[in-house]
């Protein structure tokens, strides 16, 4: 390990050096002076909790922030981006979580948005677009369909056309933030085989997760900040699960106990799940799901693992009232739930985190307070008016107990991280506790603290005997959490197996892929 705050001795020079680098917002320091350096060809990661500093070295990078002290070199030149334009120019493309597609525009006319080829009168030239746009993918083994309309496709696939977009023209530095955070195993070996290929030809890769075992898999070195200074620098082949949590967290955190591959090894699942079901399914079908049959008993987590596509997430939707019954029969403790809408499913206690969160789960515009307050107004309101100390109270005790970090209850939720985005997300239904909670992939972009925090939340619904139906792309995650699992595969439920049979996360992976139908079958 490199002792913190210094930076491991290079063989060559960098292509990206940040040195000092300082960035204040009003009374709050976000960059205490960060250091980093990229060689070109490496894929460096960069770790921290959420509040840590890593997104505003990226804004400053990509030129959304200009730096207050300190400097940037690119091949050993002082550079300041005062626009994004300007760092594109140099060479650097940053994925963001939140995605910047066109959804009404083709993968292809994503991919090559501004530089379209045109005839010498300024007309499109669609096919030759198409032709380069499919030429790409396909070099990069990047399995996108180049005339499909991005609003058409699963989360994870416009996830994939953001990071194609992104890798496709002159890029020296590379910075993806969280990339994988709605991939399948699949697809995520898909995505590490197109960053290993751009780091081959020479590009930096600034690779920022909280997923710690991916640091393993994918990158060169790893970088870790908190609150908003240098926590240390590792040769990730020289370093450990422990060392990085140690770093993160730092030494006045509690410790996490973690296994090989990065989980907590405390206790798994609810300890106490009835035996009498709180939800039913019995052959449940629509225009995505083909005779789903499930049950949830109350104080159960119950996973749903299966790839992009599979109808996860269409289960989850069709509970919620989002999706419409067409044939089958669905109850909440013996109420039926053919006919449901989202307002009547909240009243019967049923809580969604959707897996678009920005779209679906918040109102960015709006404060912490109005976000966690917004499903339970007839709560807080009294003859039509909203009262604010009740308000005020629920809100403060909901930022405690998910340590959301934010000035203030009355801070706007388009200001924070992207895992204090979704604590607020997750703490809308915290209180009081639904019968059943649908959880949409609830981890994705929290840091490793927050995610056990998060954990500890799901586990104490199910204590409380909520039912907890849960889909995560993160098989680890089910394995850890879940008293079952059910596979879902073509809208169906395949196989639903206890926790005694689980096996590991290649195990359950396996089984998931001998579930797909045979190319005989498809065909």
């Not at 650097?92 to 525009?105: C, G, H, K």
């Not at 996830?159 to 995520?188: F, N």
Request: glycine share 10%; net charge negative.
């Amino acid at each position: 390990m490199i002792e913190p705050g210094s930076i491991a001795p290079l063989s060559e020079a960098p292509l990206l050096r940040v040195e000092g680098v300082r960035k204040r917002f009003g009374g709050v320091n976000a960059l205490r002076g960060v250091s980093l350096e990229i060689l070109s060809g490496e894929v460096h990661a960069l770790l921290g909790e959420n509040g840590a500093g890593k997104s505003t070295l990226i804004k400053i990078l990509s030129g959304v922030h200009v730096h207050d002290g300190g400097s940037i070199e690119i091949d050993g030149k002082p550079v300041s981006f005062s626009s994004p334009a300007q760092s594109r120019d140099a060479g650097v493309a940053v994925v963001y979580q939140d995605l910047s597609l066109v959804e009404s525009l083709s993968v292809a006319d994503n991919l090559l948005l501004g530089r379209e080829p045109k005839t010498r009168l300024g007309f499109l030239k669609k096919g030759q677009l198409v032709a380069q746009a499919e030429a790409f993918l396909k070099s990069q083994n990047i399995p996108l369909d180049a005339r499909a309309m991005v609003g058409s496709l699963p989360f994870a696939y416009r996830q994939m056309t953001e990071i194609a977009k992104a890798l496709m023209g002159d890029v020296r530095l590379l910075i993806l933030d969280e990339p994988t955070s709605a991939l399948t195993d699949d697809e995520e070996k898909i995505l590490f085989e197109a960053i290993r290929a751009v780091a081959a030809r020479g590009v930096g890769v600034i690779y920022v997760t909280h997923r710690l075992n991916e640091v393993f898999r994918i990158s060169n070195r790893v970088t870790v900040f908190r609150d908003g200074q240098n926590a240390g620098t590792f040769v990730t082949a020289q370093t450990n699960m422990r060392q990085l949590v140690g770093a993160i967290v730092g030494p006045d955190h509690a410790v996490l106990k973690t296994d090989g591959a990065g989980q907590s090894t405390s206790s798994s699942a609810s300890t106490g799940p009835s035996e009498k079901p709180v939800l039913e399914l019995t052959d449940i079908s629509n225009d995505r799901l083909d005779g789903v049959n499930l049950e949830l008993r109350g104080g159960e987590i119950h996973g749903l693992a299966g790839l992009i596509g599979s109808g996860r997430t269409e289960i989850l939707q069709t509970i919620f009232g989002l999706r419409s019954i067409q044939s089958g029969e669905a109850s909440l403790d013996g109420v039926s739930l053919k006919d449901i809408d989202p307002a009547a499913a909240i009243g019967l206690g049923i809580a969604l985190v959707p897996e678009d969160r920005h779209v679906q789960g918040l109102v960015l515009e709006h404060s912490i307070e109005r976000n966690l307050t917004l499903p339970r107004l007839p709560t807080f309101s009294r003859l039509g008016w909203l009262q604010r100390g009740p308000a005020s109270e629920h809100a403060n005790a909901a930022m405690r107990r998910l340590a959301v970090k934010a000035p203030s209850a009355s801070t706007l939720v388009k200001n924070l991280s992207g895992g204090n985005q979704q604590k607020v997300v997750f703490g809308k239904w915290n209180e009081p506790r639904p019968r059943v909670l649908l959880l949409d992939e609830p981890t994705v972009g929290v840091d490793v603290g927050a995610r056990e925090e998060i954990y500890g939340v799901i586990r104490a619904a199910a204590a409380a005997g909520s039912g907890v139906l849960l889909v995560s792309s993160d098989l680890s995650e089910l394995l850890q959490l879940c008293d079952r699992i059910s596979i879902v595969v073509d809208g169906r439920v395949t196989r639903t197996i206890a926790r005694p049979d689980f096996g590991s996360a290649e195990d359950l992976h396996h089984l998931i892929q001998l579930s797909q139908p045979s190319e005989e079958h498809a065909a």
